[in-house]
């Protein structure tokens, strides 16, 4: 009876594992010779990369979504709080790891200066 109880929780508990999604986190590391800068990435339910978190202040914070995505390609995610009041974005190439900047649309604030492109890694 004992043998059979074990083994009958054992049985539920690894199937109820084998359902549950797993997410996935990238979590990027990009530097030039100015700048550096912390990302994750994470995916939902349907392994689909969503919300991007940024380090500040050694915590990560959410930053914004995933906007336009094409594996192996590329990844364009938004970046909320590096420009009040900018729609910016970095676009990540897949290939060459580099990070370059994207203004999405300026409203009544105009950058006078754009950051430069890094470049990352994986962790």
């Known amino acids: 009876m004992n043998k059979n109880f074990i083994f009958l929780i054992f049985l539920i508990f690894n199937l109820a594992k084998s359902s549950i999604a797993s997410e996935i986190d990238i979590k990027l590391i990009c530097k030039n010779e100015t700048d550096t800068e912390e990302f994750i990435l ?8 969503k919300n991007v978190f940024k380090k500040y202040k050694e ?6 979504e995933v906007v336009g995505y094409k594996k192996l390609s590329f990844i364009l995610f938004e ?16 290939n060459t790891m580099e990070l370059k900047p ?5 409203s009544t604030i ?8 890094l470049f990352c890694n994986k962790n």
């Open 59 to 64: 915590k990560f914070i959410l930053v914004g």
């Open 110 to 117: 105009k950058l006078n200066k754009t950051p430069k492109k």
């Open 79 to 94: 970046d909320k709080y590096k420009y009040l009041g900018v729609d910016f974005a970095w676009h990540l190439d897949n």
């Open 42 to 49: 994470r995916s939902d339910s349907k392994q689909t990369l």
């Open 102 to 106: 994207v203004v999405l649309s300026e």
